[in-house]
Structure formats: structure tokens, C-alpha cells
């Protein structure tokens, strides 16, 4: 290992079996903390190239389970978001998708930090469950085309075990490593076809385009040297997806989108996603056409019911559906008020605050151990380019303790930017990356 150290910080290229001794050594122990540390950290600095990365990827692939999806009758189509603020789309797009017959079979994680879990969000309908079997997964997508899992434990152990080594040791923000942590995952996953949205901005892992477009491409050479089909979408993050930050509030607002209401970035996302995701499914010839049929399984009806049955399957309670006043949600409300003199408008949201303070509400994990209040959030009503004139409610906090909801009610105020002129539209869809696009 210190041979191994001492080559990649002189910028030397590893082969495949050295990479693979490095991340079987360490998943099995004898390879110590200290040693690795040094080694990720010669990596922040000197990066690595293609075929190292693809290595590094199919070594923590193969340390633990790979799942065979082949029982599946169908093209399964995947779809892994970087993680943002008020990112409900797995909610929505999963229930659209299935709702054309393309079989989405997800294996999701938990929230952490400022960004929210999809698993989190969907335990807030009564009795749900993301801890069903194999064989019940394999039957929910063949029988009703949709089921969402918890990541198995022995998904990629050597991830798991190399990230919180990352986390400790500022070696996070790395496009290599981000890359093979992200792509081991998901290749371990199953799925024939991967789409993945890839967040931008202030509110993102990657905070500026030119960094989220050099990680979407890499991963999309990993998926293709996989044999995978493949497409990235870089989206926008400087302001939260929607308007309901939490996990409860999130799960109600992509109920009313899948019932029609028009919340127009949610729906740009999910229908660009999508649009992908049926094109490699085999059930749309161009990505058009799928938008079109995307759309009209929520002016019809289909989407909703897609998402009763989704929820029926996996044991939670589909009234909830039909009537959101069901979900609990905080008992303290509180409006959040911006004052302007004349007419300003909003120019800026830092938008991992607005995270940050549903995390100090309860509603997200500071570590592994949190437990989680999924009833507490935000509910924005102003976002950028809107008018600030006076006294303006900005937004609704949903929470359990009072120090807790002033905390958060500061935090919400400091995070929105005001100035004179209206801000230029925000594009939600900022770079697409697939197979043929790639270099």
C-alpha cells in the first residue's frame, strides 16, 4: 500500500489489479484508516484518468452484492439524483414512468445533511414500507411496474465504508471519487438503463455548472464502459424544487402535482427524466412523444393511480392519497415575514440553507444515528424574481419546538437576497450528456 500511496502522488496511473487490492484491502481491514486517507487524499490532488475511475467503480460494485433484476420482465430503468432541496421527483416521476409500462425498479437511500431521502419521505404515509423482499420487489415491478427499496446493507459495502472515511478526511470533493461512489451503487443496482439528474448550484453538491457537467460526463463513461444505457441532465439548484421543503410537506406536494397542479419546475424535471427513461424503455420512439404521453398520465388520471397502487403494494395506507390533510404535520405554525421599503425583488436564495434550517427543525439527519421528525418543514411561498413590497410573507415553518422554529425562522429570512430589478428566468434544465454526446 505504500508503493501504491507513493504512485498516485506522483500523479502515476494505477492498473486494475492494484486498484482492486487497494479497495479489497481496506473493505476486508488490512488495509489501515491512516493508509487510506493518504491514498484519497493523493487522489483529491492529482486526480485520476478514465480507466482508474472505471476500475475504482467496478471494484466497490463488486465488493458486496450485485442484484439480478433478469426475473423482470422489460427494460428497468434506474434514476439517481445528487440531492437537493425540496427534491421530490422520485415521487413523481417513478408513478408517471410505470403509469407507460416501463418498469422502475429503484433501490433509494436516506437523507443526510441539508439534502432529503426519498425513503424518508415516502415512511411519512401511514404504514409504508420500504423493507420488503427481494421476491416482493421483483413482483410489485412485474405486477404494477413500480417499487422503491431501501439500499440492502451489503449494497457496495465498499462505499459505504470508504465515504465516511471521506467525510472525516476533506476528500468529499473529488469528481472521481464522487463518481465511483455514486456509479457502484447504482450498476450494483440491477438496471438495464440509468438516468441520473445531476444538481447545480447553491443548494448542490456541485455548486457551479462547469463542475456538474464534468461529473455527469464521467459517470455517464462509467455507465457506458458497463454496458449501461446512459444520460446525465445537469439541473438548476439555486432555489428548492417546488415550494415544500420536508419530508411530509414533500410527499403532499408531489401528490398534488401527480393530481394536476402545475408546479412548473417540478414538472420540467420530471418530464425531462422521464422523457429518457420511456425512450429507454422501449415505450416511446423520441424523447417528444414521451414527454406528451408523460404528461397526459396526469391529465388522465393514470399517474395518481399509479402512485395509490405503488403505496397500496408496499403496505401504506392510500387514503392518505386522497385526502393529504391525513399527513401530521408540526404543531406549531409560523409565518416567516420579509420587509421591503417600495418594490424589491427576490434576486438570490441560498438554498442549502433552507435546508439547513428544516435540519434544525428535526427533519434531516447531522449524522447516521439522527432520527428524523418527518412531520416538521417549509413551506416557501416566494421564490426568485417574485415581488417583495412591505410586509411580504415569504413563508409557512411547520415545526415541534419553539427554539427550534425561530431558529429556523432566521435562518429562512438571512437566506433570501433582495435587489431592485427582477432576476433573468432561472433555466431548470441546463446540459443533457447521454452515450452519443459524452466527449
Given at each position: 500500500?505504500?508503493?501504491?500511496?507513493?504512485?498516485?502522488?506522483?500523479?502515476?496511473?494505477?492498473?486494475?489489479?492494484?486498484?482492486?487490492?487497494?479497495?479489497?484491502?481496506?473493505?476486508?481491514?488490512?488495509?489501515?484508516?491512516?493508509?487510506?486517507?493518504?491514498?484519497?487524499?493523493a487522489?483529491?490532488?492529482?486526480?485520476?484518468?478514465?480507466?482508474?475511475?472505471?476500475?475504482?467503480?467496478?471494484?466497490?460494485?463488486?465488493?458486496?452484492?450485485?442484484?439480478?433484476?433478469?426475473e423482470?420482465?422489460?427494460?428497468?430503468?434506474?434514476?439517481?439524483?445528487?440531492?437537493?432541496?425540496?427534491?421530490?421527483?422520485?415521487?413523481?416521476?417513478?408513478?408517471?414512468?410505470?403509469?407507460?409500462?416501463?418498469?422502475?425498479?429503484?433501490?433509494?437511500?436516506?437523507?443526510?445533511?441539508?439534502?432529503?431521502?426519498?425513503?424518508d419521505?415516502?415512511?411519512?404515509?401511514?404504514?409504508?414500507?420500504?423493507?420488503i423482499?427481494?421476491?416482493?420487489?421483483?413482483?410489485n415491478?412485474?405486477?404494477?411496474?413500480?417499487?422503491?427499496?431501501?439500499?440492502?446493507?451489503?449494497?457496495?459495502?465498499?462505499?459505504?465504508?470508504?465515504?465516511?472515511?471521506?467525510?472525516v478526511?476533506?476528500?468529499?470533493?473529488?469528481?472521481?471519487?464522487?463518481?465511483?461512489?455514486?456509479?457502484?451503487?447504482?450498476?450494483?443496482?440491477?438496471?438495464?438503463?440509468?438516468?441520473?439528474d445531476?444538481?447545480?448550484?447553491?443548494?448542490?453538491?456541485?455548486k457551479?455548472?462547469e463542475?456538474?457537467i464534468?461529473?455527469?460526463?464521467?459517470?455517464?463513461?462509467?455507465?457506458?464502459?458497463?454496458?449501461?444505457?446512459?444520460?446525465?441532465?445537469?439541473?438548476?439548484?439555486?432555489?428548492?424544487?417546488?415550494?415544500?421543503?420536508?419530508?411530509?410537506?414533500?410527499?403532499?406536494?408531489?401528490?398534488?402535482?401527480?393530481?394536476?397542479?402545475?408546479?412548473?419546475?417540478?414538472?420540467?424535471?420530471?418530464?425531462?427524466?422521464?422523457?429518457?427513461?420511456?425512450?429507454?424503455?422501449?415505450?416511446?420512439a423520441?424523447?417528444?412523444?414521451?414527454?406528451?404521453?408523460?404528461?397526459?398520465?396526469?391529465?388522465?388520471?393514470?399517474?395518481?393511480?399509479?402512485?395509490?397502487?405503488?403505496?397500496?403494494a408496499?403496505?401504506?395506507?392510500?387514503?392518505?392519497?386522497?385526502?393529504?390533510?391525513?399527513?401530521?404535520?408540526?404543531n406549531?405554525?409560523?409565518?416567516?415575514?420579509?420587509?421591503?421599503?417600495g418594490?424589491?425583488?427576490?434576486?438570490?436564495?441560498i438554498?442549502?440553507?433552507?435546508?439547513?434550517?428544516?435540519l434544525?427543525?428535526?427533519?434531516?439527519?447531522?449524522?447516521?444515528?439522527?432520527?428524523?421528525d418527518?412531520?416538521?418543514?417549509?413551506?416557501?411561498?416566494?421564490?426568485i424574481?417574485?415581488?417583495?413590497?412591505?410586509?411580504?410573507?415569504?413563508?409557512?415553518?411547520?415545526?415541534?419546538?419553539?427554539?427550534?422554529?425561530?431558529?429556523?425562522?432566521?435562518?429562512?429570512?438571512?437566506?433570501?437576497?433582495?435587489?431592485?430589478?427582477?432576476?433573468?428566468?432561472i433555466?431548470?434544465?441546463?446540459?443533457?450528456?447521454?452515450?452519443?454526446?459524452?466527449?
Amino acid at each position: 500500500m505504500y508503493r501504491l500511496i507513493t504512485k498516485k502522488k506522483r500523479g502515476i496511473s494505477l492498473t486494475e489489479e492494484e486498484i482492486k487490492y487497494i479497495v479489497s484491502g481496506f473493505t476486508n481491514g488490512s488495509i489501515p484508516d491512516y493508509q487510506m486517507s493518504a491514498f484519497l487524499m493523493a487522489v483529491c490532488f492529482n486526480g485520476m484518468n478514465d480507466e482508474e475511475i472505471y476500475h475504482l467503480t467496478m471494484a466497490m460494485r463488486d465488493s458486496g452484492d450485485v442484484i439480478d433484476l433478469s426475473e423482470i420482465n422489460g427494460i428497468k430503468v434506474d434514476k439517481h439524483s445528487t440531492g437537493g432541496v425540496g427534491d421530490k421527483i422520485s415521487l413523481i416521476l417513478g408513478p408517471m414512468v410505470a403509469a407507460l409500462g416501463v418498469p422502475v425498479a429503484k433501490m433509494s437511500g436516506r437523507g443526510l445533511g441539508h439534502t432529503g431521502g426519498t425513503i424518508d419521505k415516502l415512511e411519512s404515509i401511514e404504514g409504508f414500507s420500504t423493507k420488503i423482499t427481494r421476491d416482493e420487489f421483483v413482483n410489485n415491478v412485474n405486477n404494477i411496474k413500480i417499487a422503491i427499496a431501501g439500499q440492502t446493507e451489503n449494497l457496495a459495502p465498499a462505499d459505504k465504508k470508504i465515504y465516511a472515511l471521506r467525510d472525516v478526511t476533506a476528500t468529499v470533493d473529488s469528481i472521481p471519487l464522487i463518481a465511483s461512489s455514486i456509479m457502484s451503487k447504482k450498476l450494483a443496482s440491477g438496471a438495464d438503463a440509468i438516468v441520473l439528474d445531476v444538481k447545480c448550484g447553491n443548494g448542490a453538491f456541485m455548486k457551479n455548472e462547469e463542475d456538474a457537467i464534468k461529473l455527469a460526463k464521467v459517470m455517464v463513461d462509467i455507465g457506458d464502459k458497463a454496458g449501461k444505457n446512459m444520460t446525465a441532465i445537469v439541473t438548476d439548484m439555486n432555489q428548492p424544487l417546488g415550494f415544500n421543503v420536508g419530508n411530509a410537506l414533500e410527499v403532499i406536494e408531489a401528490i398534488d402535482v401527480l393530481k394536476g397542479k402545475k408546479v412548473n419546475d417540478l414538472l420540467e424535471v420530471c418530464l425531462e427524466l422521464g422523457a429518457h427513461m420511456a425512450v429507454y424503455g422501449g415505450v416511446c420512439a423520441d424523447i417528444n412523444e414521451a414527454k406528451t404521453k408523460l404528461s397526459d398520465t396526469i391529465t388522465s388520471g393514470k399517474a395518481i393511480e399509479k402512485f395509490k397502487e405503488f403505496v397500496r403494494a408496499q403496505g401504506g395506507d392510500e387514503t392518505y392519497i386522497d385526502d393529504t390533510s391525513k399527513f401530521k404535520l408540526g404543531n406549531i405554525i409560523e409565518e416567516v415575514y420579509l420587509e421591503s421599503e417600495g418594490v424589491s425583488y427576490i434576486d438570490e436564495i441560498i438554498t442549502e440553507d433552507i435546508g439547513v434550517a428544516v435540519l434544525e427543525l428535526g427533519g434531516g439527519r447531522k449524522d447516521k444515528e439522527s432520527i428524523i421528525d418527518l412531520s416538521v418543514g417549509v413551506v416557501l411561498h416566494k421564490k426568485i424574481g417574485d415581488i417583495v413590497e412591505g410586509k411580504t410573507n415569504i413563508a409557512t415553518i411547520y415545526g415541534n419546538d419553539k427554539d427550534k422554529v425561530e431558529k429556523a425562522k432566521n435562518i429562512i429570512v438571512n437566506a433570501y437576497k433582495l435587489k431592485g430589478e427582477a432576476s433573468a428566468k432561472i433555466d431548470v434544465i441546463k446540459k443533457i450528456i447521454d452515450i452519443s454526446k459524452k466527449k
